[in-house]
């Protein structure tokens, strides 16, 4: 099996790598620093990477303390998914299982809230790109 160091060298090390510097900055560049996890492996990878960052902050903000009780199916719990690849339509769903991913909400307003704070553009990086 292949340990996830032995992944991150083969990526990463002597490689061009994608990241964001202490100043806020996205830059790349060759290095052999393969054990930093905020390395990616193209402009499209690090923008994603982001944009999840944003949605996870976002959840944090809307949801406060609240956390998902997954052994308490009675417990509403709500996620953004895809309703139309096609058409690349974002919705609400209820979730009675851990299926979501990432993040969930704890209330359904929230998670619309969530869809608009992000807007299309995030969202289609994030579940469709």
């Given at each position: 099996?292949?340990?996830?160091?032995?992944i991150?060298?083969?990526?990463?090390?002597?490689?061009?790598?994608?990241?964001?510097?202490?100043?806020?900055?996205?830059?790349?560049?060759?290095t052999?620093?393969?054990?930093?996890r905020?390395?990616?492996?193209?402009?499209?990878?690090?923008?994603?990477?982001?944009c999840?960052?944003?949605?996870?902050?976002?959840?944090?903000?809307?949801?406060?303390?609240w956390?998902?009780?997954?052994?308490?199916?009675?417990?509403?719990?709500?996620?953004?998914?895809?309703?139309n690849?096609?058409?690349?339509?974002?919705?609400?769903?209820?979730?009675?299982?851990?299926?979501s991913?990432?993040?969930v909400?704890?209330?359904?307003?929230?998670?619309?809230k969530?869809?608009?704070?992000?807007?299309?553009?995030?969202?289609?990086?994030?579940?469709?790109?």
């Amino acid at each position: 099996m292949t340990t996830f160091e032995e992944i991150m060298k083969s990526l990463f090390y002597n490689q061009i790598v994608w990241f964001v510097d202490m100043f806020g900055k996205i830059k790349s560049n060759r290095t052999t620093l393969y054990a930093d996890r905020n390395n990616c492996t193209s402009q499209a990878h690090i923008d994603k990477w982001l944009c999840i960052n944003d949605m996870i902050n976002v959840s944090k903000f809307y949801n406060q303390d609240w956390t998902p009780d997954w052994n308490n199916r009675k417990e509403p719990k709500f996620a953004i998914a895809v309703i139309n690849i096609e058409e690349q339509l974002f919705g609400v769903i209820e979730l009675t299982e851990n299926i979501s991913g990432f993040t969930v909400f704890k209330t359904y307003k929230d998670a619309q809230k969530a869809m608009t704070t992000l807007g299309k553009e995030k969202l289609t990086l994030i579940f469709l790109k």
